[in-house]
């Protein structure tokens, strides 16, 4: 390779070649950067939900009146969108999928020191699962008798739970979770799980930390003023949008409450992942500007270069350099002062994520990032050059004999 | 000399127009990302109530437990109990005027049956708040001291809740309901373009708040407290009761939850105001009270705001990405610039041959570069406004559409201050990336490039 | 060898057809030092050009050591060229980048010559040229001379059979332009073919043999004994 003839012609250019150098290195600090973060943010992004969401409708309503019987309420409420047309199936609940709330942690042992496992509890009546659309993979689903329906006060805890499949593989590896105790609360009476159903979606905050399948069903409709259920309703195919309203005149029929919110799961879900996203999206949008604005800066410098040399190419060409080797030329030449900002890039790109994690102290950084983003740039700068390069070759030979 | 120089540059710029479109795009584009960005921070770092930020006083005391973590970010730390939040205001202070602030969540229910409840953030305050932050209002004005002392049941609507509820009437002496509680509106706020919204801490920019109550209405009528409660040991397991049910047990414990302000006639009266603060606590310690080390801090909004933005200012990656890509399309600049100069050697040695000066070239090319600065500038202001536009519809569609585009747009607006940042930088830096270039080409020996090629 | 039989090169361009060569018969034999005299403009650069392979042709053939090069492909001519043929060119068209020792160095390069070979071969062409001393010099810190005699030796470095020189002296006052004509008699004394273009008369009696070119037309005259073919078209 020809190494040396073209250090020893980038030492009589050295502005043009830094200018290469120096772009180079700013453009992969910002891709490594970009891209670094984007797939830490985008991580565990937009993962199957395991429910039917386009069909299912959430409802979120509160009694402002402490008068009102909250426990016929409910009743009353479930029995009158149960007979809206359209409506297969209704159940209370607390915690909505994709939007579930703060973690708890459940324990396979009463041991002060046991090990907690995260989750989210789902309350449900009894026809929860089939509102969720999901499969039973092992076990059996709860029957009316086991479904706790009371006010707060006086509740009594449930006893039987099931669990999602992914939430048996951490608490139980291989072996089948069937008839197993497990601890809702440290101090808490032991439960037992009676089934497994198939995984859904919990929510953004154990999506990010890698759990997001993780949950636990209770067979429990409590209520209190301030606090009480919400509904889950699933509908018939595409008809949600239009159930809205009818369901919403079903609840306002017991004065007293407001309806804070009625929309898809398919929405929940789009606000789940919109925040993480539309930033993915920004960074990403921006780095490919970046790389492309960079990319004709690299062609306009190498175009330049080859103008500039058109004689040298002509006397490489007279002593015998064929089309080949002139391309040749300028992509090794490219790539020399590609490498090198590529590495200059990636120390300042260690610098940038130490300023920028200074305060929360944890690394977004990955090394394979920096490394697939360096092996794109050098790609789009053999691209930029390739057709510069190309009317390089071109230049004939016998320029060299024209004087003047 | 000048207008000569100019007309060549203005030549020499039209001669290889598609190189200038170049360059003015590769500014225009750097500028466009790096005034978008600037100008968010501008504007989500501007001070609100700036007139008057020097003499709003946060005033905070530290009534935990001696075990409680340090305290490392001081505009984060624990509120005041409702007792110590009244003691103080009561007390004799340099402070002219108090207020202090929780928030709630109520429903607002018309008396019309066809009006839907809904819910709306509220303020629980005291009428000194309308007046110590500058609130404007469309239809009658803040409640009545009398009001206060008496919890008379009144509130006052914001513009939105006043369209919901009465279509946007003068609905002041009308009557609606907070939850179960009959109350008479008293005033319609206008638009309070607050920037962000410093007096609960939230510093939220979109979603208002919809609703001002009294704060001993609420206390009496337990309105529920929308707060995070810091309690001392012996209260700890009442968290839960205090928050919803149990509020003469609330305001008599030693859980904090109360936002004060204070407002001073002169900036200068802080330190005599910090003196007083540490008296009290004093004296509340020989009560067996206030069990740790003394920390307290009345800070000016002006402090907080500003030690809030240090906080936020390292989160934005493009914060760090907007500049790194301004170096970038400069360096493209230049790149043109070279080739676009060195072209014209054969020119320059012909002129600098037949007498022309290096400072006569020097200011022909420097118009050259300060015109396409200036283009840049413009064109990159433009972008700048478009990617503005992009990004509050991408905080639109974050916040699910919860906000609207009127309520965010004033943390993506351009103003005359960035506009005019925006095409000096274009400027600075078509001079700065010049300088090489014309270095260059102005040092071209005359006559030399004249013989062979 | 060289042989070219009918061999016109027509120039066109949108506005005009310049036939800068009509129907050359040609032959050149091996070890002979060629001159190429004529006006200003009547093509002997362009002769030149095609005998040195930089420019092609229509119509014609042309044979170099035997081979006929019509219809070779770039890259077999690029080869060709790199083997069998060194040039000299006025402005001595040296790679200004490039120190002494690496301006040698390219069509050794081409050649794909191995590191301990090229180096020999330098440093030969160097020595022969007198410039053995200054490897690392930048063309532009050496005189005109110099500099074509550095031309010279990177000519000559690939051992070529052919040396084609369009007016070497032309840039030269006339003391170092006599060192250079002395240099390229000195080198086909050791055999090589040398095809000279020159406008000095005293030159060009020097060589064995003149060309003359007149507006495309060749007419040749021999100086010394050996046969010459004259044809005229
Ligand atoms: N690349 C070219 N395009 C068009 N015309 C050319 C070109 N090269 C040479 N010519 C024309 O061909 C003729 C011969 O030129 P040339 O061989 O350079 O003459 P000489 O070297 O004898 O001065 C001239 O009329 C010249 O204008
Ligand atoms: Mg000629």
């Known amino acids: 390779m020809e190494f040396r003839p073209i250090l020893l012609s980038l030492k009589q250019n050295k502005f043009l070649s830094l200018l290469i150098s120096v772009q180079v290195m700013l453009t992969v600090t910002v891709l490594s950067i970009a891209t670094s973060i984007t797939v830490e943010t985008l991580k565990a992004w937009n993962m199957p939900s395991g429910l039917d969401h386009e069909n299912i409708v959430s409802v979120r309503t509160q009694f402002f009146d402490p008068e009102v019987n909250l426990a016929n309420a409910i009743v009353n409420d479930v029995n009158r969108i149960k007979q809206i047309p359209g409506v297969i199936e209704v159940t209370p609940n607390q915690e909505i999928p994709f939007d579930a709330g703060r973690p708890s942690k459940v324990y396979l042992s009463s041991e002060q020191d046991a090990e907690g496992f995260d989750t989210n509890f789902f309350d449900m009546n009894v026809d929860g699962h089939k509102v969720l659309g999901l499969t039973l993979i092992a076990g059996r689903f709860f029957n009316q008798t086991e479904v706790i329906q009371s006010s707060a006060e006086q509740a009594t805890p449930v006893s039987v739970v099931m669990i999602s499949q992914d939430m048996a593989k951490e608490l139980f590896k291989d072996h089948s979770p069937l008839g197993k105790t497990l601890y809702l609360a440290k101090e808490s009476q032991p439960v037992q799980i009676i089934g497994v159903y198939s995984n859904f979606m919990n929510g953004e905050r154990l999506n990010g930390r890698g759990k997001s399948y993780h949950t636990i069903m209770r067979p429990q409709v409590i209520w209190q003023h301030g606090n009480n259920p919400n509904y889950l309703i699933k509908v018939e195919q595409g008809s949600a949008a239009s159930l809205f309203e009818p369901i919403t005149q079903a609840l306002y029929q017991t004065p007293g409450r407001y309806i804070y919110g009625i929309e898809k799961l398919t929405r929940t879900q789009k606000r789940m992942y919109d925040g993480r996203g539309s930033q993915g999206a920004i960074l990403l949008v921006v780095s490919l500007v970046l790389v492309l604005i960079a990319g004709f800066g690299v062609a306009g410098l190498v175009s330049f270069l080859i103008t500039q040399r058109q004689k040298q190419i002509g006397i490489r060409r007279a002593l015998g350099a064929t089309k080949w080797s002139v391309i040749r030329y300028f992509i090794v030449e490219n790539s020399m002062l590609t490498i090198f900002g590529l590495l200059m890039g990636t120390l300042l790109t260690m610098l940038f994520s130490y300023l920028m994690t200074q305060g929360s102290g944890q690394s977004f950084l990955s090394f394979s990032q920096v490394l697939y983003c360096s092996v794109f740039i050098w790609l789009i700068n053999i691209a930029a050059v390739w057709l510069p390069a190309r009317r390089a070759a071109k230049v004939s030979p016998a320029i060299v004999t024209r004087s003047a | 000399m000048l207008v000569y120089n100019f007309t060549l540059a203005l030549r020499s710029l039209r001669e290889r127009i598609q190189l200038t479109i170049l360059m003015v795009l590769a500014i225009a584009i750097g500028i466009g990302l790096l005034i978008t960005v600037q100008t968010m921070s501008y504007q989500g770092d501007k001070i609100p109530l700036a007139h008057k930020a020097d003499k709003i006083f946060f005033v905070q005391a530290d009534n935990r437990d001696i075990g409680a973590e340090p ?82 049941p009144v509130v006052i609507l914001t513009k939105e809740s006043n369209d919901l509820l009465f279509g946007g009437k003068n609905s002041v002496g009308q009557q609606l309901r907070v939850n179960a509680l009959t109350v008479t509106v008293v005033g319609v706020m206008a638009e309070w373009n607050l920037g962000r919204r410093f007096y609960d801490e939230s510093y939220r920019m979109g979603r208002k708040d919809t609703a001002f109550i009294p704060d001993t209405f609420a206390i009496k009528n337990n309105i529920n407290r929308r707060e995070r409660l810091d309690c001392l040991p012996q209260d700890r397991d009442k968290q839960t009761a205090y928050r919803t049910k149990d509020v003469d047990g609330l305001i008599n414990s030693e859980c904090t939850f109360v936002r004060l302000w204070a407002e001073l006639p002169d900036p200068n009266l802080a330190d005599q105001y910090r003196e007083f603060l540490t008296q009290y606590v004093m004296s509340q310690k020989e009560l067996g009270r206030f069990p740790r080390e003394l920390n307290n801090y009345v800070t000016s909004l002006y402090t907080m705001v500003t030690l809030r933005n240090e906080l936020n200012g390292s989160r934005n990656p493009l914060a760090y990405i907007a500049p790194l890509f301004f170096i970038v399309c400069l360096l493209n600049a230049i790149g043109i610039l070279l080739a676009k100069f060195m072209r014209k050697s054969k020119e320059v040695s012909l002129r600098r041959a037949l007498g022309a000066k290096k400072w006569v070239l020097m200011t022909q090319y420097l118009f050259e570069v300060l015109i396409v600065g200036v283009l840049g500038g413009i064109v990159g202001t433009a972008l700048a406004y478009l990617g503005l536009q992009g990004m509050l519809h991408v905080q639109i569609y974050q916040s699910d559409y919860a906000v609207t585009a009127q309520a965010l747009s004033h943390a993506f607006a351009l103003d005359w201050v960035m506009m005019a940042k925006s095409i000096l930088t274009a400027m600075v830096s078509s001079v700065v990336i010049g300088l090489y270039p014309i270095w260059r080409v102005v040092n071209i020996a005359p006559a030399s490039q004249l013989k062979s090629q | 060898m060289l042989r070219m039989e009918n061999v016109s090169k027509i120039f066109r361009t949108e506005l005009i057809e310049t036939h800068a060569l009509r129907d050359v018969n040609l032959h050149i034999k091996k070890g002979e030092f060629v001159s190429i005299t004529g006006p200003s403009g009547s093509g002997k650069t362009t002769f030149l050009n095609l005998a040195g392979l930089l420019e092609t042709f229509e119509q014609g053939d042309y044979f170099l050591d035997g081979v006929n090069v019509k219809g070779m492909s770039d890259n077999q001519i690029s080869a060709l060229r790199n083997e069998k043929i060194g040039f000299v060119f006025q402005s001595f068209n040296l790679i200004p980048d490039l120190p002494l020792f690496d301006n040698v160095d390219v069509p050794l390069r081409y050649r794909g010559f191995n590191r301990g070979e090229r180096k020999e071969r330098i440093e030969n062409a160097l020595e022969i040229v007198g410039l053995s001393s200054r490897l690392k010099h930048l063309p532009t810190q050496l005189s005109g001379g110099q500099q074509q005699r550095v031309a010279i030796a990177r000519a000559i470095a690939g051992d070529p059979a052919f040396l084609l020189a369009d007016e070497p002296t032309g840039n030269l006052d006339s003391m170092m332009a006599q060192s250079v004509m002395e240099l390229l008699e000195k080198i086909n004394d050791n055999g090589t073919t040398i095809i000279m273009v020159t406008h000095d008369d005293q030159l060009a009696k020097r060589a064995g043999r003149n060309i003359q070119i007149f507006d495309g037309q060749v007419s040749d005259i021999a100086l010394d004994s050996s046969d010459v073919l004259i044809k005229r078209a």
Request: no cysteine; hydrophobic share 40%; glycine share 4%.
């Open chain 2, 71 to 152: 305290i490392v970010r001081q505009p984060f730390m624990t509120y005041l109990t409702y007792r110590d939040a009244n003691n103080i205001i009561n007390a004799d202070t340099p402070a002219s005027k108090h207020t202090t602030v929780w928030k709630s969540d109520v429903i607002l229910n018309s008396f019309d049956q066809d009006v839907r409840p809904f819910r709306a953030s509220t303020v629980v305050t005291n009428n000194n708040f309308f007046s110590m932050f500058d609130v404007p209002f469309q239809y009658g004005g803040a409640w009545s001291e009398s009001a206060d002392r008496g919890a008379e």
